[in-house]
Every structure is written in C-alpha cells, then in structure tokens.
C-alpha cells in the first residue's frame, strides 16, 4: 500500500513568493494533518482535518499559513507571501478515526531565501 | 495543555547493547501515548504505542513503558542495531486526536 505522498520534495523559493505544498493521504484514512519541524520547536501541529473539514487551525502561525482539503485524498498548505523564517520541513500524516496512530509522509524541505 | 519532553538530547550506545529513551509528560489525563522513530531525511515512523490503563508493551525488540504515578514513559530497545541509529520522539495525546510530540533524542550507535 502507498503510504502517505508528499510533494514537492524540495522547494527552494524566493521572499515573497507563494508556496503551496501537496498531500495525497493513505486511502480510507479520515483525519489529515499538517506538521512542520524545525531545530528550534520541534514537530508542531499545524491544522488538521477531520472527514475534509478543518477541526482545529491553532498551530497556523500566521494569516500567510492557509491549508485546504477539497476532497478526501487531497490537501494543500498555501503560505503567500513566503519568508525567510518560514523555512523548515512541513509533513502530512493522516490517521483513521478508530486510531491514534499517525501516519507521515516523507516531508516536504522548504527553504525561503 | 500537554507538554512532553525527553530527558536527553542524544544517546550513544555500543552495537548489540540494549538501549533505553526517556519521556516525561505534563497532563496526567493523557490516556494514549506513541513512540516513532525518525531517521535522516525521512518522516517519523510509528514504532509502538501504549494506552494508559497498559504499563508495558513489548513489540519486536522495543519495549515502551508507562509509568503514570511519576509520568514517565520509556522506550527499550533490545540489542541495538546500526540501523537503530534515528532520532526518537515520544507524544502524547492531548483531546480526540492531536498529538504533542517531545523533542527527540538522536540515538547513536557504536561499532
């Protein structure tokens, strides 16, 4: 079975720019979430979705941090405008709603120059 | 809220010695509590998870135990092997489906 796919892998980008990151949850699995690590805090949770619909967006940092999930095998994380403190590496995992357990994607490396 | 923490930022052990990661945590009504392993470049993995009416489980050469009168929770690892070498995280469940997670504790293993 696929696990949970990320895209891109890799983005470097300018200040300023907007910057939208993909995930493809494990099929079946209702919950989505997005993290993001850093050396300085860690694995900090984002926002995540339960059944598409976002339940809790307290860890979005800022209004620059949008995330959307339009369908169930499908979510974005939208920062516009982009900055330089901004670069980290941001996961998907997604759960089912029967467990606790949280699955991850390989990441998605985003560096803000 | 939850706070989960590791006692030590790195551990190194010799290869085939039996290796032992601590995690203490802040909300005693935490009832679920998971272990991952996160090697270089990659995303953390599930290891093993343990709920809080449990003291111990023991999967395939890790054992996690929970300690609920001091709020501790460990995670052994039998005869370490190089590709045991990861970062390790602990968390803890704070509400119906959120996790927070601990810092880390980079394991290295010694030839």
């Known amino acids: 079975d696929a696990g949970v796919i990320q895209s891109p892998r890799h983005e470097v980008t300018e200040m300023g720019q907007e910057v939208t990151l993909r995930c493809k949850p494990i099929?079946?699995?209702?919950?989505l979430f997005w993290y993001r690590q850093t050396m300085m805090r860690g694995l900090e949770l984002l926002i995540y979705?339960?059944?598409?619909?976002?339940?809790?967006d307290s860890g979005m940092p800022e209004d620059r941090f949008s995330a959307k999930m339009p369908n169930a095998s499908f979510s974005t994380l939208k920062i516009q405008p982009s900055e330089p403190r901004d670069s980290a590496v941001y996961f998907c995992?997604?759960?089912?709603?029967?467990?606790?357990?949280?699955?991850f994607g390989p990441g998605t490396r985003l560096l803000v120059l | 809220g939850e706070s989960v923490g590791l006692h030590l930022p790195t551990l190194s052990v010799q290869e085939g010695d039996n290796s032992i990661i601590n995690c203490a945590y802040s909300?005693?009504?935490?009832?679920?509590f998971i272990w991952y392993k996160q090697e270089s470049g990659k995303g953390p993995q599930f290891i093993i998870d343990?709920?809080?009416?449990?003291d111990k489980r023991q999967g395939q050469r890790v054992t996690v135990l929970l300690n609920k009168t001091v709020k501790h929770l460990s995670l052994q690892i039998a005869a370490t092997q190089p590709g045991d070498s990861a970062v390790y995280f602990c968390?803890?469940?704070?509400?119906?489906?959120?996790?927070?997670f601990g810092q880390g504790t980079r394991l290295t293993i010694n030839p």
């Open positions: 995992a997604s759960s089912l709603s029967t467990s606790e357990t949280q699955y």
């Open positions: 099929s079946g699995h209702d919950y």
């Open positions: 979705f339960n059944n598409n619909v976002p339940i809790d």
């Open positions: 909300n005693s009504a935490s009832d679920y």
């Open positions: 343990i709920r809080s009416n449990m």
């Open positions: 968390a803890g469940k704070q509400g119906a489906q959120k996790l927070v």
